[in-house]
């Protein structure tokens, strides 16, 4: 079966700090990777997503991140932090075969941004 | 991209009753979906809505607890039904077109 891990379910850095949030998946055949984003009260934005092409992906708000198939991982990255991007971040998958549409979302990291 | 306009917001309802929620999108997609967002934790897929027909449920989840309309390609309603505390979550509705996907703000339901 399909899963997403998100290594981490908080994350703290200082403003400036690089962000890292880690994300890992398992599919026998490679997927569609998204990253989604969810300020308190909120529903879900899009920070960026991997689907075909050139495996850095560049979101929005700065953020990037990397397929590596060998790895099946998707890091989520931003270099300098801001007090804005405190929120909570997912990691989904959409599963490359039997395709549903539906999206396969990971536990979640809360990344917390200190002064 | 498209936008999902989803109501109520918040509700507080006693067990035993049930609760409507109506997910409206400003244009066509072709599929959506229902979560359920229990506190602290992730996304859980509860149904693919198809329009004209019955949605497709995942394990876990039956028709007479969250029974979902979908009449057209804009609109779909999930009906949280004889209600418990452990049905105090938030749900969120999603629609797919060919940008991607899409998702109303959340409907925090309270039942006490």
């Known amino acids: 079966a399909q899963s997403v891990t998100q290594l981490g379910s908080h994350v703290s850095v200082s403003e400036g700090a690089l962000v890292l949030l880690r994300c890992n998946y398992s599919?026998?055949?490679?997927?569609?990777l998204f990253w989604y984003v969810q300020y308190p009260n909120q529903g879900l934005q899009l920070l960026l997503k991997?689907?075909?092409?050139?495996?850095l992906v560049k979101g929005i708000n700065g953020f990037e991140a990397e397929f590596k198939k060998s790895e099946t991982s998707f890091h989520l990255t931003k270099p300098s932090a801001h007090m804005s991007d405190a929120a909570e971040y997912f990691c989904?998958?959409?599963?490359?075969?039997?395709?549903?549409?539906?999206?396969?979302f990971g536990q979640g990291t809360t990344l917390q941004v200190k002064p | 991209s498209a936008v999902i306009s989803q109501k109520p917001s918040r509700d507080i309802c006693q067990r035993g009753t049930s609760l409507t929620i109506q997910c409206q999108v400003d244009?066509?997609?072709?599929?959506m979906f229902w979560y359920r967002q229990q506190p602290g934790q992730s996304l859980t897929l509860i149904a693919t809505?198809?329009?004209?027909?019955?949605?497709?449920?995942e394990s876990g989840f039956v028709i007479d607890k969250f029974p979902i309309s979908r009449p057209n390609l804009t609109f779909s309603t999930l009906t949280v039904s004889n209600m418990s505390p452990e049905d105090s979550s938030i749900y969120l509705c999603?629609?797919?077109?060919?940008?991607?996907?899409?998702f109303g703000s959340g409907t925090r339901l309270t039942v006490v």
């Open positions: 989904a998958v959409r599963p490359g075969s039997g395709n549903t549409g539906k999206l396969i």
């Open positions: 599919s026998s055949v490679p997927p569609y």
């Open positions: 991997y689907t075909t092409g050139a495996t």
């Open positions: 244009s066509q997609v072709t599929m």
């Open positions: 809505a198809n329009q004209g027909s019955e949605a497709t449920y």
């Open positions: 999603s629609g797919r077109n060919d940008y991607g996907y899409t």
